[in-house]
Each structure stands twice: as structure tokens, then as C-alpha cells.
């Protein structure tokens, strides 16, 4: 039998829609998305009221002027004796201590704080077996491992305040002068 309607709507036909299983559905999935944009929200929320927070505790802090460690002066900068954290890439001091969440005692490159950090990044080792008490000079890293320090170097020159050279065994500290440290900061700034 051939349709004679002309394409109109069946009064026995349901109308076109969800209706009441669709609506529940709806809601349910409505429900989920809240439920799970909240717990977004907590969860990321704290993180970014505590990075504020850190990121004050650093602003706190007056810059550095210019000088030269040994590794023992500093292991003084580990976010725990003191509230600066620095650490060495090839030889050259930055303050890292904007990167608190990163280089602080909780945080994943904390190891790093305080510390010649060069043998760990080039082999990408986050044990205190990539730590040396002692002068490093790194002579035995080939040429990627070498490069991958370099590229460290690089990043934390960009994002972090250059302090000083980190000394070998028997180097004297330079002498820097007030100028050399207010240009050296106005590069950084």
C-alpha cells in the first residue's frame, strides 16, 4: 500500500524528541561534567594560590649581587638553611628560586637545590648517584650528554637570574663591580 499522508506527522506516531529517558540522560551526564569541572577546580585552584604564594616569597627576596661559589657555599642555598635555592648548570650559578615548585624540596628537580646539578641533567638522572660532593668537571660526558648541558644552560639563562661561576679547587672569586651586577640584572629583568 502506498503512502497517502503526503508526508505528514502519524497522530500514532511519537513526537519527535527526547522524552523522559533523554531528559534523565541529559541531567545525568550534566551532573558528571559539574561534578568533574569542581573537582578541576579544587584541585587546580590550591595549586594556583600556593604558586602565587611562592612566587611572593621570591619577589621578597632582593637580588643577588654578583659573586662566585664553591660547592660548599652553595649547598647553603637549598630552600631549607636558607630561603634561596640556587643551583649550577656547567659552571654558572643561577637563582632559582621562582622555581620553587620545580627546584624546592617537594618538587621534582628538588634533588638539584643547592648543588652542581650539570651530571643530572646532561644524563637525565634524578638520583643522588648523579650527585657529586666534589668538583665535577664533566670530562667524562660524551659529546650528547655535553650538549644536553649546553641546552640546560641555555633555558635556565633565559628564565632564571645568572648569579656567579661556580669555582674548581683552587680558583679565586672574581671581583665584580656594582655596575657589572646592576646591567647584568637589567639584562635578566
Known amino acids: 500500500a502506498a ?13 519527535p524528541g527526547f522524552g523522559l529517558g533523554g531528559m534523565l540522560l541529559n541531567v545525568s551526564v550534566s551532573v558528571l561534567v559539574l561534578a568533574l569541572c569542581y573537582g578541576v577546580y579544587r584541585r587546580w585552584g590550591r595549586r ?3 604558586d602565587a604564594s611562592q ?3 621570591a619577589a621578597s ?23 634561596r635555592i640556587m643551583m649550577a648548570v656547567n659552571m654558572k650559578v643561577f637563582d632559582v628560586t621562582s622555581g620553587k615548585r620545580f ?11 643547592g648543588r652542581d646539578a650539570s651530571r643530572g641533567l646532561a644524563t637525565f638522572c634524578l638520583d643522588k648517584d648523579a650527585l657529586r660532593d666534589e668538583y665535577d668537571d664533566l670530562s667524562d660526558l660524551n659529546a650528547v650528554q655535553m650538549e644536553s648541558v649546553r641546552e640546560w644552560e641555555m633555558q635556565f639563562l633565559e628564565k632564571y637570574d645568572y648569579v656567579g661561576r661556580l ?5 679565586e672569586p672574581s671581583e665584580y663591580t656594582d655596575e657589572e651586577d646592576i646591567k647584568d640584572h637589567m639584562k635578566h629583568d
Open 167 to 171: 669555582l674548581k679547587p683552587g680558583d
Open 103 to 113: 627546584y624546592g624540596r617537594d618538587g621534582p628537580y628538588g634533588i638539584f637545590a
Open 61 to 83: 627576596l632582593p637580588k643577588m649581587k654578583r659573586r662566585d661559589f664553591t660547592l660548599e657555599q652553595l649547598r647553603e642555598y637549598d630552600g631549607v638553611q636558607n630561603p
Open 55 to 57: 612566587g611572593k616569597e
Open 3 to 15: 503512502d497517502t499522508s503526503g508526508g505528514s506527522v502519524n497522530a500514532e506516531d511519537p513526537e
Open 48 to 50: 594556583v594560590g600556593s
